[in-house]
């Protein structure tokens, strides 16, 4: 129902945008013709072949990038994904150290408490033998 809502709103701007400008104004905005090609494969996915499920995703991956448009001009938007682009590199050290430190709590589970008998709580499936099954 999203894609239909949204969908309808591009193509609302479009014929607005077109009945309002022209077609030559149009198409002189490089922006207008990426909105016109969005809606127009839109069109293509969602109804001459609605069968094609990737077409349809890359679609949408592609709708995302109006947020661009958007970001160009919100310089505190703006500032605040470069903040969060330049920070990623980083991001990933902090993901490292977190897996290091619950594969430690993992192997300390195992050996602490590997050797609990089975009863009401623990059986063949439910135990602390391994953490890798």
Same mark, same amino acid.
């Given at each position: 129902?999203?894609?239909?809502? #949204?969908f ?5 701007e479009?014929?607005v945008?077109? +009945?309002?400008?022209g ?19 839109t069109?293509f ?16 991956i ?9 970001i ?8 605040l994904l ?16 977190? #897996?290091? +430190?619950y ?9 602490l ?11 063949? #499936?439910?135990?602390?033998?391994? #953490?890798?099954?």
């Amino acid at each position: 129902i999203s894609d239909s809502v #949204f969908f309808a709103f591009f193509i609302l701007e479009m014929v607005v945008k077109l +009945l309002g400008m022209g077609y030559k104004a149009y198409l002189k905005d490089w922006w207008n013709i990426y909105d016109g090609s969005i809606v127009i494969g839109t069109v293509f996915t969602m109804y001459i072949v609605p069968s094609l499920q990737v077409a349809a995703q890359v679609g949408r991956i592609f709708r995302v990038g109006r947020i661009a448009r958007v970001i160009r001009n919100a310089k505190g938007i703006r500032t605040l994904l470069n903040t969060v682009r330049l920070s990623l590199p980083y991001m990933f050290n902090i993901i490292l150290l977190l #897996f290091l +430190l619950y594969f430690c709590y993992a192997v300390i589970g195992v050996s602490l408490f590997g050797e609990i008998k089975y009863g009401r709580a623990l059986n063949e #499936f439910h135990n602390f033998n391994s #953490f890798t099954e």
